[in-house]
């Protein structure tokens, strides 16, 4: 009697039965690696009324996105390119032709003239750390200028999910707007040190500690958002009254052609408290 084997290349019945057993486990794994690679729009800001007007507290928020639906990550870390300051708030002119500089401006901060009056400027010290812990922001300091095409640069490396103080304003607690940034998606596209900013409201409060040894409270007045080309330098760089803030990164739609989302995040505040 003779024996007849299988080839090498035949496939055996019990695992033809198995096929269709690996293909949908295949496909679930393929749908939850499509949805981790997906985050949640950065919140937008609830609105852009100083502490005068805006309800108390964080009763006034509205939910962490007010746009229904997911939109594809970023591939890159985003906190944009943003505007170097027109008139820089050490007094220093920025660069011919910094981009990002053609929205609307005004002579001084919008909140300049509102809310409680801001304390007594304190000497230079850099800053170290950022803490707010409305959105759970805990975050080193690093100093970053502006790069070659006038814009600030960006925390980048080892640093990238760091918040930075742009080393072209003053540092916090001195007299002026101090300008902090950070990105708002990492690598990847999930969320980064400043993805919760535009949830913050008036009352919210910002803590910098400095090299000093001292720490700043600032009290957020105004939380708004920017088409990136039509950024508020002066309103955003220019003289205050007294020692400010500016918390920076992006937000709005990702704009998949260009790899970055199109607006700017920019919350207001003053300085109402320091301890050493």
Not at 193 to 207: K, S
Request: proline letters at 11%.
């Amino acid at each position: 009697m003779t024996t007849k084997h299988q080839g090498r290349g035949a496939v055996r019945p019990a695992a033809l039965g198995l096929l269709p057993v690996v293909c949908l486990v295949l496909g679930v794994l393929l749908v939850v690696v499509a949805i981790n690679r997906q985050v949640p729009d950065p919140p937008r800001p609830a609105s852009a009324t100083s502490a005068v007007d805006a309800p108390a507290g964080r009763g006034g928020q509205t939910g962490p996105a007010d746009r229904a639906g997911r939109e594809t990550a970023a591939p890159v870390a985003d906190a944009g390119k943003t505007a170097a300051p027109g008139t820089a708030a050490r007094g220093t002119a920025a660069p011919e032709g910094t981009a990002l500089t053609t929205g609307p401006q005004s002579a001084t901060a919008p909140g300049a003239d509102v809310g409680p009056e801001t304390m007594a400027a304190l000497p230079a010290a850099e800053p170290v750390s950022v803490r707010v812990d409305a959105i759970g922001v805990d975050s080193p300091l690093h100093a970053l200028g502006l790069a070659a095409d006038g814009t600030l640069e960006v925390p980048s490396g080892a640093l990238v999910d760091q918040a930075a103080w742009y080393s072209g304003s003053p540092t916090p607690g001195e007299s002026g707007p101090s300008v902090l940034e950070g990105h708002v998606t990492g690598p990847g596209g999930r969320p980064s040190v400043f993805f919760e900013l535009g949830a913050l409201v008036p009352g919210d409060r910002v803590e910098v500690d400095r090299a000093d040894g001292s720490t700043v409270a600032f009290e957020v007045y105004r939380v708004d958002s920017y088409p990136k080309d039509a950024f508020p330098t002066v309103a955003v760089y220019g003289p205050t009254p007294g020692p400010e803030l500016r918390l920076i990164t992006c937000g709005g739609e990702f704009d998949t052609t260009t790899g970055h989302h199109v607006d700017n995040t920019v919350v207001y505040a003053r300085a109402v408290a320091a301890d050493s």
